[in-house]
């Protein structure tokens, strides 16, 4: 996960050059265009969206025919719309949606996003309800996670949290590893079992 600009955020799926190279082309033009702006030069977040997705389209034939790996979510707030999120694909698609994901682990989580989905939540409702998520996914997919960063973005700012493994909720009876001292200082446990594995 990455700033575009200050009030926008994009989160990263597929390749990670291609995509750490989008996102430093689109910082590159956001920075451009908020020059050219009156008043603090914040963009729209559908401006920046509008910018990534322009640059994957652009692009589409990239990388020997195959186009960019670029799948990202463009979720940020501005003063015009207020919070929004963006689903941008590598073909060069962006789609506005209440909500979205995209990942190895997306697919496992898909039907638990869409029931506990609610309009106008708290800060903290949201927080939880993408926490839960997140370690929905991780619990079935190895390539998703080990810990957790949360990123919120609302109309005072950007708030960015770490949450460390162990410190994660365990979902679906899965192992917990208390993070040790180094190497082979860690100790896993089945929480329901209480067995332990040095």
Not at 63 to 89: P, R
Not at 159 to 186: A, N, V
């Amino acid at each position: 996960m990455c700033n575009l600009t200050d009030n926008v955020v994009m989160a990263r799926s597929g390749s990670a050059a291609d995509t750490e190279a989008v996102a430093g082309f689109v910082r590159h033009h956001c920075a451009s265009h908020a020059i050219e702006l009156d008043g603090d030069g914040t963009l729209d977040v559908k401006i920046v969206a509008r910018i990534l997705n322009k640059i994957n389209y652009e692009n589409k034939n990239a990388n020997n025919g195959t186009g960019l790996g670029c799948y990202a979510i463009c979720a940020g707030w501005d003063e015009k719309l207020g919070a929004q999120v963006y689903s941008c694909t590598a073909g060069g698609n962006m789609v506005k949606t209440p909500w979205t994901t995209d990942g190895s682990g997306s697919t496992y989580i898909w039907g638990f996003l869409d029931s506990e989905f609610k309009e106008e939540m708290t800060r903290e409702e949201c927080e939880k309800y993408v926490l839960k998520a997140l370690t929905l996914a991780m619990a079935v997919d190895s390539s998703s996670g080990g810990c957790a960063r949360l990123c919120t973005v609302n109309k005072d700012g950007c708030f960015r949290q770490f949450i460390k493994g162990d410190e994660l909720e365990r979902q679906l009876g899965e192992i917990h590893f208390k993070s040790g001292g180094g190497l082979g200082g860690g100790v896993v446990y089945g929480e329901k079992s209480g067995g332990v594995a040095i």
